[in-house]
């Protein structure tokens, strides 16, 4: 960071929190001459508790917030100006005195299926193991290949691929929009279907928040804001949160325009063993932010109604 910057970025430091950043820095200089001079904008680097604890699953280390806490306080505390996030990591109740005004135009929403050894799932034998730190990955594999072994699988891209040739694992699974925006979609064996495997509540999607009040941080960055985008990631995050569930519940939700301009809305919860998958849908009708998050609702309370609390875990 330097005196003279007029914007302070934060993030997470991993290679692809980075892209992320320098993506909205790069954007931002392109529109605003005033943020294209050398020094404007700063990116600091701030590790969360998903950061230092890479010997466990998630799942085990809290739930909700792992990824973005410490970037919050940073934000309320006025060490950073905004935050940019990977949406699927931010939980759907924001903390007092913070808004997510922007949402960038959404990257592809699969999951990509790496291996060295099959092209597919259906390739695989029974007993082959999939790595995956995510229970949704391991619940809905599970639910449609039971003769396969799923692992706690953690580590960034390269660590995974090492993993993969040293055969601690047949196949591990990464976001395609992680791959697209690193510039490696080559390393993808195949991306999956999302009728196969529906995404993480809006995997592919990066927000920004602020806090509340800021009025010159709003302008600068709503010039990156994408609507469409944040009609589905709403619908999402509001079926997320009338669920209720951390990342100790496999949820999975993927709400697309069809083109008569309608918004389907899909969501899926899953036991972790795999066992029992409910899923429900809706159709949205002119779609806005309102009716959006009403359908998202809608979806959410009747999964959570069908499924009973113990399918539900806080």
Known sequence: MTDTAKLRIGTRGSPLALAQAHEVRDKLANAHPELAEDGA????????????????????????????KEIDDALLGGEIDLAVHSMKDVPTVLPDGMILPTILPREDVRDAFISLKYKSFAEMPAG?????????RQAMILNKFPDLKVVTFRGNVQTRLRKLREEQVDATLLAMAGLNRLGQPEIATAPIAENDMLPAVAQGAIGITIRDGDVQSK????????????????AERAALKALDGSCRTPIAALAEFQDDGDLR??????????????????????PDIASATAAGTDAGN??????GPDFITD
């Open 41 to 68: 904008i700063a990116i600091t680097v701030i590790t969360t508790t998903g950061d230092k604890v890479q010997d466990r699953a998630l799942s085990e280390i809290g739930g909700k917030g792992l990824f973005t």
């Open 128 to 136: 082959s193991v999939i790595g995956s730190a995510s229970l949704r």
């Open 219 to 234: 302008n600068w960055i709503s010039v990156l804001h994408c609507e469409t985008s944040a009609v589905r990631v709403v």
């Open 265 to 286: 809305l899909r969501v899926a919860i899953v036991r972790p063993d795999g066992s029992e998958r409910l899923d429900t849908e809706r159709m949205i009708n002119n």
């Open 302 to 307: 009747e999964l959570k109604e069908r499924g």
